[in-house]
């Protein structure tokens, strides 16, 4: 008979399509819901969160340019590799935060829906939210969102339904983004990223950073190169507030902290938020 | 040591360019370059950490270094006096930013560029010079007569500075003599009608040159001839510069002032984008020939893209927040 040695994963960031440990070298224990150690994990630093811009700023051309309808098919090709490893995420969740099992399904089947849910919007939130607007002369008028570009996102601590809900939205109409992955249940977020980064999502659309919510998303907050900032998982109100002024240097769009029942059904505002409006005459009878 | 500039032909060399088999017997006595050894000491000088006051300085004097260039088919007048515009005042929101070194355009937009940045004629202290390459550049192939009026057009233009490509065909086929002529030629051909002359500078197309022992004999060959400078690259071949080339380029400056008392410039050209690749370099001639090459008279980057990062770091430090390429020009 013999014995198997432990396969230990070690937990990197998820930058550019790539899995790089973090430039500082730094990782943090993290335990499980009974206070016991369960791997560690990168603990980014600022020069990650500038690398993760730079690989979502040169994924957005790409991505934004992509076709609705595309974008939409490879949100739902997330959703089919996630379902395809529902066991792994189920154990994992309940690991992390000590559910039952048939709460860990609720909270990865919730998860997948909502892929599928934001996939299917991918090429019918223009019709809803652009418009043909009435002017009183011989033109076309009308507006079409847009993606505002990229999108820094603190994640909410839920760690797979949490992060699905704040990531999905977002790149559904064309943005990419950096997220903060929760500061305590950081794992689940970096086996989704493995998920991402074998369904045809473009290396950069999403890039996951595990770490101090305090420490980066300051930087990311003054970046001059980020267009949007979803606060979703900030929990401390004088941080929320202080990267709020920061973020208006450049007038980013931010989405403020608040109150929010994941299970809950979706609305679009998630979508809106990070999408801006451009209007065109069109002159008619050329 | 107080360096003087470098004259055709020196007294010093005056025998081992007598003849293509005596230049050949010199270029190919000079010491051998060990690769694996240059490339490991280019790579550990490029691990260097810099920090912060340095990193301000190291930028500045970097800005300070470019040769902003623009060197294509679809140039238009519209965009040398863009680029001439950004070389003075690359900051616009920032006075305390310094200028470039030299606009480096094709020798047709020598004109447009003085205009753009209102030289008048005389000293060329204090204000951005006006570089143009010429002989046939970038492949070089063409008459030398065609290559030398290039040449006096330019400089009749008004330019302050030749960036002169050599003849890798002869080159690499052993003609030696044939290359030092020519730029011995060249060089000449640079002197002004009041008798001052630009300044040269040899561009030895390093990706073209297979080898660092060549790249060392195309050096000694550049300084012996009497360019002012020596510099990497066209910027159309890659790879271009290298940082294991620079070091071989450095250290052959170093061994020719030694041997004769004049400084020869260096000047990378092609390829560094980012302002890390810049600081490498910048470490890379403190360490190989020391700060009396950290100025602008006697080390250059070739660059267009490089500014903008260099810029965009530049406010990362004085403002504290990362900044986007959206505040900056495109070219």
Redesign the interface.
């Known amino acids: 008979m013999s014995t198997r040695l432990d396969v230990k994963k070690t937990y990197k960031l998820y930058i550019g399509g790539q899995f790089p440990r973090s430039e500082s070298g730094r990782s943090y224990v993290v335990n499980d819901a009974k206070g016991t150690f369960l791997a560690n994990a990168s603990q980014a630093s600022r020069k990650d969160a500038?690398d993760a811009?730079l690989a979502a700023?040169a994924a957005f051309g790409g991505w934004s340019g992509r076709t609705a309808y595309n974008r939409g098919q490879v949100v739902y090709r997330i959703a089919e590799v996630l379902e395809g490893r529902r066991d792994q995420f189920e154990a994992e969740l309940r690991a992390a935060e000590g559910l039952n099992a048939a709460k860990a399904r609720t909270y990865v089947d919730a998860a997948v829906d909502r892929l599928v849910w934001y996939a299917g919007w991918a090429d019918k939130i223009a019709q809803v939210t652009g418009s043909a607007n009435a002017v009183a002369g011989p033109y076309f008028n009308h507006s079409a969102p847009e993606p505002t570009g990229v999108v820094a996102i603190v994640a909410p601590s839920g760690p797979l339904l949490g992060l699905v809900s704040v990531v999905a939205p977002v790149i559904t109409t064309g943005n990419t983004c950096v997220v903060i992955a929760s500061e305590p249940h950081p794992l689940t977020a970096i086996t989704l990223g493995e998920v991402m980064a074998t369904s045809d999502l473009p290396g950069g659309v999403v890039n996951v950073l595990t770490g101090s919510v305090a420490e980066i998303a300051p930087?990311l907050a003054?970046?001059?190169?980020?267009n949007g900032l979803d606060l979703t998982g900030v929990a401390d109100p004088d941080l929320a507030r202080s990267l709020e002024e920061?973020a208006a240097?450049?007038l980013k769009r931010v989405r403020r902290p608040g109150v929010e029942d994941l299970l809950a059904a979706p609305a679009l505002d998630r979508m809106t938020t990070f999408l801006e409006t451009k209007t065109v005459w069109h002159p008619m009878g050329i | 040591m107080k360096a003087t500039a470098p004259s055709p032909g020196a007294t010093t060399f005056a025998q081992e360019t007598a003849s293509d088999a005596a230049l050949r017997r010199f270029l190919h006595g000079l010491p051998g370059v060990d690769q694996v050894g240059a490339e490991q000491r280019a790579a550990s000088l490029g691990t260097r950490s810099i920090k912060t006051e340095s990193k301000r300085q190291a930028i500045d004097l970097a800005i300070r270094m470019v040769d902003l260039t623009t060197l294509e088919g679809m140039d238009t007048p519209g965009k040398v006096r863009a680029l001439a515009a950004k070389a003075m005042r690359p900051d616009p929101a920032d006075p305390s930013c310094p200028s470039t070194a030299a606009v480096c355009v094709y020798g047709d937009m020598v004109g447009v560029a003085r205009e753009a940045l209102g030289v008048s004629a005389g000293s060329t202290a204090g204000r951005v010079h006006v570089a143009a390459v010429a002989t046939a550049f970038p492949s070089g192939r063409a008459p030398l007569d065609v290559k030398l009026t290039d040449t006096r057009d330019a400089v009749e233009a008004g330019a302050d500075e030749i960036d002169m490509v050599i003849d890798r065909g002869a080159f690499l086929s052993g003609r030696y003599l044939q290359v030092y002529e020519e730029i011995v030629a060249v060089r000449e051909a640079c002197v002004r009608a009041d008798g001052s002359s630009a300044h040269l500078k040899v561009i030895l197309e390093t990706g073209e040159l297979q080898t660092y022992d060549n790249v060392r004999r195309a050096s000694w060959l550049g300084m012996l001839a009497g360019g002012h400078f020596i510099k990497t690259s066209t910027g159309k071949i890659q790879p271009a510069a290298t940082l294991p080339v620079i070091l071989v380029m450095l250290e052959a400056v170093r061994d020719f002032r030694d041997t004769t008392g004049q400084q020869v410039g260096v000047k990378p050209a092609g390829g560094i984008r980012t302002s890390k690749d810049a600081i490498k370099h910048l470490v890379m001639v403190n360490e190989v020939v020391g700060s009396d090459w950290l100025d602008p008279d006697w080390f250059r980057f070739g660059a267009s893209t490089l500014l903008n990062d260099l810029l965009m770091q530049r406010t990362k430090m004085q403002t504290g927040r990362y900044s986007g390429p959206d505040y900056f020009t495109l070219d």
């Open positions: 500038r811009v700023r930087w003054s970046h001059m190169d980020v920061a240097d450049n």
